[in-house]
């Protein structure tokens, strides 16, 4: 499963999708990450050049282009939520802490 998530200080789950620096794209399997890229996406800085619509097919592309399956973040707002949820995408918000330990258990959750 690849897995994406939000980056803050110490590599720990970082804010919201929207406005993240960075975010690290994550492979997943058996429980195990066998790949681990750290991508520098600047959308806190993008987030408000333009329109919502335009900021949300960025990111939209981004998750498409590198086959993103589940998004582990801390919170987003209700259209991203929808967005994500049109895409078919795993959504877990609330995560906090260690990104790598919040990585991998989302791989192993079930979608509700």
Do not use: C, N, Y
């Not at 058996?30 to 900021?55: A, F, K, Y």
């Not at 995560?95 to 991998?104: F, I, L, P, S, T």
């Amino acid at each position: 499963m690849i897995v994406m998530t939000t980056l803050g200080p110490g590599d720990t789950v970082g804010g919201g999708l929207g406005r993240a620096a960075r975010v690290a794209v994550a492979e997943v399997a058996d429980g195990q990450i066998t790949s681990w890229d750290e991508v520098p996406v600047g959308w806190d800085r993008l987030h408000d050049e333009g329109t919502e619509g335009s900021h949300h097919a960025r990111i939209a592309t981004f998750l498409k282009e590198r086959g993103i399956e589940a998004v582990v973040v801390e919170h987003v707002g209700l259209g991203m939520q929808r967005m994500l949820g049109t895409m078919g995408l795993r959504l877990v918000q609330g995560a906090r802490g260690d990104a790598r330990q919040a990585v991998v258990a989302a791989a192993g959750t079930t979608p509700s």
